[in-house]
């Protein structure tokens, strides 16, 4: 079945670290996102691509880095320079703009 | 300017009665509009999604959402609430003439079922 795999569930990181999150997609989607989503709050943009070997930053970038290697995969950086990087983290991925996005189920980052 | 806006931040309803989760929208051009759901620790799952064929949306779970362009509206509904259905529900606008950067999320509705 196509979809779209988060990894780890769940990380925890000591202050000073950089961490990757993993993303991949099966769909053959184009374009992928990456979110952050806080307790009791939307969605946030933090970056998306929409082709391999291009992305844009999104709402919040500070303090993260991405790359687009592959179509299938679009893996997120949460480096030391973010402040407060304890979240919930959500992967998407999308046809091309006007259609509806598939979600990862997300990885929940804690920082010890 | 494209935004969304769930009306009620919580919505608590007994099982075995109609569920309303209300969403605006203010878009510019014809949008593409989305309901998501998200159980606790879950990623996001899309219930349906209206891109401008019919104006009354089924979706799984016995959802349904009617997209009213006078009153630029997207209300999601169901008939008769389930335990199961206990989550925050997300109204999601997409302006299909836009990059993907430019999709909007509501702030999400969290819908708890009385037993």
């Known amino acids: 079945d196509g979809g779209i795999t988060q990894s780890p569930k ?78 919930f983290y959500l992967c998407a991925s999308s046809i091309g703009a006007g259609g509806g996005y598939t979600f990862g189920s997300g990885t929940r980052l804690t920082v010890v | 300017a494209q935004s969304v806006t769930q009306l009620d931040s919580h919505v608590s309803v007994s099982e075995g009665t109609p569920v309303l989760l209300r969403c605006n929208y203010s878009s510019s051009y014809s949008p593409s509009l989305f309901w998501y759901v998200q159980h606790p620790n879950k990623g996001l799952q899309l219930l349906l999604k209206y891109t401008s064929a019919a104006t009354l949306v089924k979706g799984i779970n016995g959802f349904e959402a009617e997209f009213k362009k006078s009153e630029t509206s997207f209300h999601l509904t169901k008939p008769s609430a389930h335990m199961s259905d206990a989550a925050e529900y997300f109204c999601v606008v997409n302006p299909r003439y836009s990059s993907a950067s430019k999709i909007i999320f509501g702030s999400g509705t969290r819908l708890s079922i009385r037993p």
């Open chain 1, 10 to 87: 769940y990380l925890f990181r000591k202050e000073g670290q950089n961490v990757t999150l993993s993303c991949e997609q099966n769909l053959n989607h184009d374009a992928m996102y990456w979110y952050r989503q806080d307790p009791g709050q939307g969605l946030r943009l933090i970056y998306y691509s929409q082709i391999v070997n291009d992305f844009q930053k999104g709402d919040i970038a500070e303090g993260y880095s991405v790359s687009r290697e592959k179509k299938e995969s679009f893996p997120l950086t949460v480096t030391s320079a973010q402040k407060n990087p304890t979240a």
